[in-house]
């Protein structure tokens, strides 16, 4: 297999002082600091421990589905089915636990497992499908995720009409969705653990490097040996895995299954993803930037809830943010 070119990997030879400040998520760690700072200033709150203790867990719910998202744009696609894939393994969750624990109301642990390996089991079905799609029958990224949202979204309403499920285990609750971990809230230990190790694949595994060669020239790639159909695949699967988590976590956080959950998620998280550095062409993302970014729009949010914004504005202002940052990646390619 000859050399494959990998835009995407961290290589600071040949780059001007300035071009190296921007891929190492220079402007979007200032970003941080200046709204972390700027919150704390108009509204001493929020360094309060309950209040970063929150800000850390949301901030959690929206990076393990942008790290989903960053895995397929990464490869030149989209997900805009994480949302949805979110709402329905929520409902799975709580489902398989209500079911289950009348059976067996000794064993939450045993429960607890069994509704998780659910989650994963239709995650990986509802990838494997959209990989198909993509991959083998050629179809858009964009309008088969977009389809594939629509279905599941509309089996979750029909079977919850729209009704929250309860019946969630309370142990799983406790120890998963308000448990800590030396202080650390349990689901941010899990996100941390989950970033660490996309950055280990992107960085030391041959996977990692294919999905750069995939997103940055699918044809040369192809023509080098990589196993395109495959890493596609595996892509969407690994991102509608990463969903189902998340609708797994979240379940554990409110007590309950939740179908309409994720509404805005797609949208969240491709800003999340292109404030990360991740770009709408592939070939280029990382996953500790991403998390930069998730945190940025974490810590905005919660500035914008501390000052009691109207939420209408906040979603206003989510979209301006997403255009600034696509309006600064088409500058740095302008200017390269």
């Not at 970003?31 to 970063?52: H, K």
């Not at 294919?210 to 790639?221: I, Q, T």
């Not at 409110?254 to 797609?266: C, E, N, V």
Request: proline share 2%; net charge positive; aromatic share 6%.
């Amino acid at each position: 297999m000859t050399s494959i070119a990998v835009s995407g990997m961290p290589n600071g030879r040949g780059r001007s002082r300035r071009d190296r400040f921007i891929a190492q998520g220079g402007i979007v760690l200032t970003f941080l600091v200046v709204a972390a700072v700027g919150t704390y200033l108009l509204e001493p709150r929020f360094i309060n421990r309950l209040n970063i203790l929150n800000l850390l867990r949301n901030f959690s719910f929206l990076l393990l589905p942008a790290l989903a998202q960053m895995v397929v744009m990464t490869t030149g696609g989209f997900d805009l089915s994480v949302g949805a894939m979110v709402a329905i393994s929520s409902v799975l969750t709580a489902t398989v636990m209500l079911y289950l624990s009348s059976f067996a109301p000794d064993m939450p642990v045993a429960v607890s497992l069994t509704a998780l390996a659910a989650c994963l089991l239709a995650g990986g079905l509802v990838g494997l499908v959209n990989g198909v799609l993509i991959a083998v029958w050629k179809l858009s990224p964009f309008m088969v995720t977009l389809a594939t949202a629509s279905m599941i979204t509309g089996t979750t309403l029909y079977y919850t009409q729209g009704i929250p499920i309860y019946g969630v285990l309370q142990q799983f609750s406790d120890g998963v969705g308000r448990g800590q971990i030396g202080g650390i809230p349990v689901v941010v230990v899990i996100t941390l653990a989950v970033t660490v190790c996309l950055v280990i694949m992107q960085r030391q595994t041959a996977f990692g490097r294919h999905l750069y060669a995939v997103g940055s020239d699918f044809r040369s790639a192809r023509l080098s040996g990589v196993g395109t159909i495959r890493t596609t695949l595996a892509a969407y699967m690994i991102s509608s895995t990463l969903a189902a988590i998340t609708g797994y976590l979240m379940t554990a956080r409110l007590g309950s299954g939740q179908g309409t959950i994720g509404a805005t998620l797609a949208l969240e998280t491709i800003a999340a993803a292109v404030i990360g550095g991740v770009s709408l062409r592939g070939g280029v993302g990382r996953a500790e930037l991403v998390a930069v970014a998730a945190l940025f729009l974490a810590v905005t949010n919660n500035a914008m809830n501390l000052l009691k914004i109207d939420s209408r504005f906040q979603t206003l202002m989510l979209g301006v943010i997403l255009i600034a940052a696509l309006w600064t990646e088409r500058s740095l390619i302008r200017k390269k």
